[in-house]
Each structure stands twice: as structure tokens, then as C-alpha cells.
């Protein structure tokens, strides 16, 4: 499978949250909570992983509190029949750690796994649909998105269409 990429110029934190809900109705839209879809969030501290996270969360959950899973690693949120994931594993020291999480078990079905720092959890974690990194820019940041999988080529595909317009 070839890899497709693109960029994203977001210039403000309402451009943030209008690109997390396209993200979001793309997903639900073409079933992704049924297939299951992993995103890796890529970026330094502040980039911007978390409040795309936050972001994506409240956009089927309106008004929920997300909190930072930066200490807990894992929080999750469920709503109708469906799940969002939100790991954080910025403070994991050894993917092993992962297998005490029973993290396995959380990508099961009728799921979005939102993974921020995922290199440190590798060869552990599940591959990735779709990789996020979040770069700071001079104004705003930009998102350099990758698919990784068949799902994940089909999504930026919809992606590079509604951000091309």
C-alpha cells in the first residue's frame, strides 16, 4: 500500500477545533468507530496533540471534561456504543508498562485510539491508521498527516479533499 501524506496550515485555536471536527465527522461518517482507527499524535510539548485530542473528544461528547491522561496513561470515554481512547505515554518508561494496562483489551471494537507520544510504546502498541504530527509554525501550526494502513489511506484521501477546497 503506498502511503499518502498532506499538510495542514491551522492558524488559531478555532481553526484547531474546526479541523479536529472534520476529523471527527470523517470518522463517524464512514463507520471508523466499528473498524477501529488508531491515530498517533506526533509533536513537542505544546504543539498541540492534546488539544486536538480534547477537541475531537468534545466534538461527540459536547461539554465533557477531558482531562490530560499524562499520569493516569489512559482515559477513556464512551458514549452511545462507541469509545474514545486518549493515551498519553509521555511519562512511560518501558513499553512493557503497557501490558499491565491491559492495553490490549482496549482495541477491540467500536473504537478511536488517540495515542500521543506512541514511539514510547513501541513494539507494544497496535500500528497506526493515520500519524498526526503537530509542528509549531511561525503562525499557528501546521499538521503533516501520513496514512499507515488501508483505513487510515481511504481517510486522508476524504481529508486532502474537504482541506483542498
Known sequence: MSQLHTEIQLLDEAESIEFAGLIANLVAENGGFEKGLIFYLYGDLGAGKSFFSRAFIQHFIP??????????????????????????????????????????????????????????????????????????????????????SQKGKSLVEQIMSKTSS
Open 63 to 148: 461539554g465533557q471534561k477531558v482531562k490530560s491522561p499524562t499520569y493516569t496513561i489512559v482515559e477513556s470515554y464512551n458514549f452511545s456504543i462507541n469509545t474514545i481512547h486518549h493515551l498519553d505515554l509521555y511519562r512511560l518508561c518501558d513499553p512493557e508498562e503497557l501490558e499491565y494496562l491491559a492495553i490490549r483489551d482496549l482495541f477491540n471494537e467500536n473504537f478511536v485510539a488517540l495515542i500521543e507520544w506512541p514511539q514510547k510504546g513501541v513494539p507494544i502498541l497496535p500500528s497506526a491508521d493515520i500519524e498526526f504530527e503537530f509542528v509549531y509554525a511561525d503562525c499557528g501550526r501546521t499538521v503533516k498527516i501520513q496514512s499507515v
